[in-house]
């Protein structure tokens, strides 16, 4: 179908709403298309369509069809043909390049939300734009790899992080022929701007002592300092690495996943019972109040739950590790909830993939999904304030007055 000569995009748009057509954003996006392309061909020849002025340098010679794939689907383009010369918009129209470039936002945005290859491939057949294979949706997804690996290698520059949450999340991959599980970890800091920020990502075959100390000397390489306390789950290994790779630092056992692990300890009748005098620990008002109430707390429960309660005192310096710092911060840091609500994110989007074909992609993905949380965070506001972050950091003192700070939690032993 030839485009129009005159073209009112008001009128036609105000047509379209009143029809209820449901390709309007497609209609509107040829409309003011074909207007800018109309004008700068009425530009060139030195007066409108049809119009007879003295200042007509050439004229129009009908149109040529040109297909242009956008994010509203593939758009049949009419472009305007003069007597003398030619005319092609550089301006909207990169010579077999515009199409692709289009595809790979698209294609990449839709990938980043975790939807596999083939969904997307009939995703993008429903946005109208033929012709696509899982394999060029793989390939455009590539282009994400630059991005992803700038920030995971970017330096570490700001200032003191001074409390960070570790986690790992299991993955399926395909090696070697077979379906196997890996580990991604992932390391979330608080910079010296009391902000999240995602430090770190990596992929390990095992959850062990050897991944996470790789995974800690690779951030203290790219400048991870200040560091004084880490928050995480008792993986295997993780304490140990924490006093290798990080000393001074001391290490957090989230009380919540404790806890769970407590449960099992005792009949599933006296479950609640326990939970609630555990809970009755992080009630008290300051460091002392916390420490009496856990002596209470061990005590009660010896008296039913003799291995339950031996359990709970083993791990008494790890679930009070927190009280070495502001109590106003204290909800933020006995936990690894934060952690658990990115992680939840991150398997929103990679349940839809489920076995991911190498660890490059793990990597993409999550990296791309990390990066964007990141961003996120930095516009956001503040999760912890600069003076309660200042009273978290350890108070340099003159070594000839022998002063000492009575907060500063104990280090972790290599």
Not at 34 to 45: K, T, V
Not at 230 to 237: C, F
Not at 362 to 368: N, P
Not at 380 to 405: C, F, N, S, W
Request: net charge neutral; charged share 25%; proline share 4%.
């Amino acid at each position: 179908m030839a485009a129009s000569e005159s073209v009112n995009p008001v009128d036609l748009l105000r047509e379209q709403i009143e029809g209820a057509s449901p390709d309007v954003l497609q209609a509107m996006v040829k409309t003011f298309a074909q207007a800018l392309m109309s004008a700068e061909a009425d530009a060139i020849c030195g007066a409108a369509y049809g119009q007879r002025s003295d200042e007509r340098v050439n004229s129009r010679n009908g149109y040529r069809h040109r297909e242009w794939d956008t994010r509203t689907g593939t758009i049949d383009l009419a472009i305007p043909k003069l007597r003398q010369g030619s005319y092609f918009p550089d301006w909207l129209l990169t010579h077999r390049r515009r199409a692709e470039q289009a595809l790979v936002s698209v294609v990449a945005t839709t990938y980043l939300l975790g939807v596999s290859t083939r969904r997307v491939e009939k995703l993008v057949e429903q946005l109208g734009i033929r012709q696509l294979s899982k394999s060029q949706v793989s390939e455009m997804a590539a282009h994400l790899d630059a991005q992803v690996e700038a920030f995971r290698n970017r330096p570490l520059d700001s200032g003191h992080y001074t409390f960070v949450w570790m986690d790992a999340l299991t993955m399926k991959v395909r090696e070697a022929g077979r379906t196997v599980n890996v580990h991604a970890l992932i390391a979330v800091g608080i910079n010296a701007d009391g902000q999240r920020e995602v430090l770190g990502l990596d992929v390990s075959s095992d959850e062990d002592g050897a991944g996470w100390l790789a995974f800690l000397r690779s951030l203290t390489a790219r400048g991870l300092a200040g560091v004084r306390l880490v928050i995480s789950d008792a993986h295997a290994g993780l304490v140990a690495a924490i006093g290798a790779a990080l000393p001074g630092a001391s290490w957090q056992r989230c009380r919540t996943h404790y806890l769970r692990n407590l449960l099992t300890k005792v009949p599933k009748s006296a479950q609640p019972w326990i939970a609630t005098l555990v809970r009755t620990i992080f009630d008290q008002p300051d460091a002392d109040a916390v420490r009496a109430q856990f002596a209470r707390v061990v005590a009660t429960i010896e008296a039913k739950f003799p291995a339950a309660a031996e359990h709970l005192d083993v791990a008494r310096d790890d679930l009070l590790a927190f009280t070495g710092f502001p109590r106003e911060i204290w909800r933020q840091i006995w936990s690894n909830n934060p952690q658990e609500r990115l992680n939840k994110e991150i398997r929103r989007r990679t349940d839809v993939v489920g076995i991911f074909p190498n660890r490059p992609s793990i990597i993409r993905l999550v990296g791309a999904v990390l990066a964007e949380q990141t961003d996120e965070w930095t516009e956001g506001r503040r999760y912890m304030g600069l003076e309660l972050l200042a009273k978290a950091r350890p108070i340099t003192v003159d070594t000839d007055q022998h002063d000492t700070d009575n907060t500063e939690p104990t280090p972790i032993a290599a």
